[in-house]
């Protein structure tokens, strides 16, 4: 049974070359949509992701954010092509990343985050220490995922939040609270739909966060 207070989690497991595992875990008692909460993860991922990058490191990794931003965007059905999310091997070189079904055996590695209230609103917490590349993979995971399981107006909110990560980044420093980013791009998705009169879908109905 799910408790009142438990926090909404997701797993990201890498069973195998170019293979992701996504686990999601709802939340309870918060009342906020659990589509906000999943939201809140992917960006979490990612912004802690781009925290724990090397500066020069930050730059690409805007760049495969934005490339999936844009395949999500452009994706009628929530799928995206292959090559969207790719990741180096030892012997294959870069290769697309595809998501499997999730296995309970574990995979070389996995990636657990968190969110967790406070009077400053949800704050993304990273379990462990990975890698920044790794979470940053695990997040485009994440996003791959979120996207296939969304409608046309999910999908281009999150689409909207992936570029309003990397606006945050462009303009501030990349040791801002993840929280601050998480922030900022909910703010810039639902700014940017409220623009152009449509609604806010449930991801962002309950504002920046």
């Not at 989690?9 to 992701?20: H, K, M, N, Q, S």
């Not at 940053?136 to 979120?146: E, F, I, S």
């Not at 409608?151 to 281009?156: E, S």
């Not at 601050?180 to 409220?194: I, K």
């Amino acid at each position: 049974m799910l408790r009142r207070d438990s926090k909404p989690r997701i797993d990201v497991d890498f069973p195998g070359p170019g293979l992701a595992g996504v686990r999601w875990w709802p939340g309870g008692g918060s009342g906020r949509p659990q589509q906000a909460d999943r939201l809140d993860l992917v960006l979490g991922l990612l912004a802690w992701g781009i925290h724990r990058t090397h500066e020069a490191g930050v730059r690409p990794a805007a760049d495969r954010i934005r490339e999936l931003a844009t395949a999500v965007a452009q994706s009628p059905d929530g799928r995206v092509p292959d090559g969207a999310v790719r990741v180096a091997t030892r012997t294959q070189g870069m290769v697309p990343v595809q998501i499997c079904a999730w296995s309970g055996d574990r995979g070389l590695t996995r990636v657990k985050a968190e969110i967790s209230r406070s009077s400053v609103g949800p704050v993304p917490l990273i379990k462990g220490s990975p890698a920044a590349g790794t979470l940053v993979l695990a997040g485009l995971c994440a996003a791959m995922d979120q996207s296939e399981a969304g409608d046309a107006d999910d999908r281009l909110a999150l689409a909207l939040a992936l570029e309003g990560l990397i606006v945050w980044y462009a303009e501030a420093h990349r040791m801002t609270p993840a929280r601050d980013a998480v922030h900022a791009a909910r703010s810039h998705a639902a700014e940017r739909l409220q623009a152009a009169g449509r609604a806010l879908p449930p991801c962002l109905g309950d504002g920046p966060g």
